[in-house]
């Protein structure tokens, strides 16, 4: 099955994504001085994916995990809408499979997946990271691929 990956380095026509490969780089995330805006971000950014990661565990915990999984979106339209509203430095778009067809999936919508906000109280945030693991809907506009993916080709910007 076709799906499309962004990804801000160009990369040849066989080339495998691990799975994995964008929690690995989170994890490696360094805030700096943590008085400064960017720390305070930085860290907003990692505590999200952690409550997210937690969620993971408790709500759906057959599902790939955000920090283990590759990102897809199920069609061009939706790939190029996520670019559109999650700008993203020098991205490049490209048509994938996954190099396991049985590997595990989840389908969601990255609409679901949000930081958490300053006057979000307990129950926003749990009902918001439920919501992401559970959804069932046909709509889908994010798949988490639990496995590596192989780039099919480049995609011509439209």
Known sequence: MKYYHSAPIPLADGS???GGNWGRLEKQEKFGN???PEAAKG???LLTE???DLGHKAYN???PSRLECCFVCPSRQAAEEFLRKNPRPSPILYEVESVDAQAPAHKTRWELFGA???FDNFQIINDKIREYWTYEGKDCTEILIGGSIRILR???AA
């Open 16 to 18: 495998i994504i691990e």
């Open 34 to 36: 943590m008085g400064s």
């Open 43 to 45: 860290a907003a950014k």
């Open 50 to 52: 952690l409550a997210y």
């Open 61 to 63: 915990p057959s599902a």
């Open 116 to 118: 958490i906000q300053a």
């Open 154 to 156: 480049k995609v011509v």
